[in-house]
C-alpha cells in the first residue's frame, strides 16, 4: 500500500501511529497538543484513541 499525500484524517481512526508524520500532525490538531505530550500520552496507555484521550482528561 502506497502512502495518500492527500490524505486528511488517520488510516485508522481509532489508533494513533506516530510512525506517519502526517498521523502526528493531524492527531496534535485534533487533540490540541504538543507532539512531545502525544508522544507521552501513547508511551503511558498506548495507541489507542479513546485510552490517549482519558489521559489526556485526568
Do not use: F, H
Not at 500500500?1 to 494513533?16: C, Q
Not at 506517519?20 to 490538531?29: A, F, H, L, M
Request: no cysteine.
Amino acid at each position: 500500500m502506497s502512502d495518500n499525500l492527500k490524505r486528511k484524517g488517520p488510516e485508522d481512526p481509532k489508533k494513533i501511529n506516530l510512525n506517519q508524520s502526517w498521523e502526528i500532525t493531524y492527531w496534535t490538531g485534533a487533540l490540541s497538543i504538543s507532539e512531545a505530550k502525544l508522544r507521552e500520552a501513547v508511551a503511558a496507555v498506548g495507541v489507542m484513541v479513546v485510552d490517549v484521550r482519558a489521559w489526556l482528561n485526568n
